[in-house]
């Protein structure tokens, strides 16, 4: 068994796309996924199965939720052990200032992140700092200048649709319940 993390974009936002988080796990777990857990309302999965292609796994996803509750959502899926490796691997800066966002902008392939800095541009070093690891764009800026960055421009750019963000908080928390998930497989 292999965990993975099911990312839905744009759900439970203003009201619109609304997917109830328990019977979104209840779908998963008829689908045959196992120890299924979300977290928070906006649309964090993580789950277990046979180790499967990621475009398989987030077919299936999309048609859950699309069987489910009749909506047509965005999903991305990474395996857990990819979101722990690129957390080892992420900016010293990522999550330290308390006076700072610090967000974790995850790239839905098959868009790339050199695809993506390239349409929002380079980040303004005075007010942002923004790195690359694998599908994941680590961002910081802080929150008495963040309207002045690039980054936080992301919303109108070329490939926003190609994109899912989560804070820091989420995104530590995601992979904790990863790594409790893989403690329970041994």
């Not at 928070?40 to 796994?57: M, Q």
């Not at 800066?93 to 050199?114: C, E, G, L, M, R």
Request: glycine content about 4%.
């Amino acid at each position: 068994m292999k965990t993975y993390l099911a990312l839905l974009r744009g759900v439970n936002v203003g009201g619109k796309n609304r997917v109830v988080m328990a019977t979104l796990k209840a779908a998963f777990e008829q689908h045959g996924f196992t120890n299924v857990r979300t977290y928070l309302n906006s649309g964090n999965v993580v789950f277990t199965t046979e180790e499967t292609p990621l475009t398989e796994l987030t077919n299936a996803c999309t048609e859950i939720i699309a069987a489910v509750f009749d909506l047509m959502i965005t999903v991305t899926v990474i395996s857990g052990a990819d979101l722990l490796a690129a957390l080892m691997k992420r900016p010293a800066w990522w999550q330290v200032d308390s006076a700072a966002k610090h967000n974790a902008i995850f790239v839905i392939a098959p868009t790339t992140t050199a695809e993506v800095i390239e349409s929002v541009g380079a980040a303004k070093p005075e007010y942002e700092q923004v790195a690359a690891v694998d599908q994941l764009i680590f961002w910081s800026a802080p929150l008495k200048t963040f309207s002045r960055t690039r980054w936080s421009k992301v919303v109108g750019s070329k490939y926003y649709d190609r994109i899912t963000i989560r804070n820091a908080n989420t995104v530590l928390k995601l992979a904790a319940l990863i790594a409790q998930t893989n403690d329970l497989l041994c």
